[in-house]
């Protein structure tokens, strides 16, 4: 233990302060002001911004999300169509060997009359394939363009124009057209 010429370290330490200007009185008001500003900054700022920055978090997470859940929708929706495509195909083909056997048996005539009849049925099967596929297509470009509307205005946490509307679904449109 250090000790003063004349008294002890107590004594050398308030020689020090009073040399310095340091007041006890002083000292612990700003203590106290520091621990109330620390305490206010804590309570009215950082939290805030902690949760705003979570609840920011959030949305992008669930607008990933959705961009998977539209993807996966997509696929399910392209198998869908090549499932139907190749069922009809499949269901043509069935078509034409039976009217070819059956034309065998017949006379030229009715020969000619079943494959005209089976060419038929194939472009009636063609037809109602492509319109079902232009009708799903229709149905996911607008389903699609809705949700990539609802997505943006959920990651962008603004309320979207109908002329930000319009213009993203035009966009999705091309992009699913390509």
Partial sequence: MLLAADGSILDLAKETGTRFGFAVNL????????????????????????????????????????AEKIRHQLADAEKQFSDKLAAAGVEAQRIIEEAREAGSSLRERKTQEAIAEAEGIIAKAREATQLDRDRIMSELKREVGRLVIETTGKVTGKVLTSEDQRRLSEETARELAA
């Fill in 27 to 66: 000292f612990v008001a700003q203590c106290i002001s520091f621990a109330l500003v620390a305490f206010l900054l804590h309570r009215f700022a950082y939290k805030p911004i902690l949760t705003v920055l979570e609840e920011r978090r959030k949305k992008i997470a669930d607008g990933l999300a959705n």
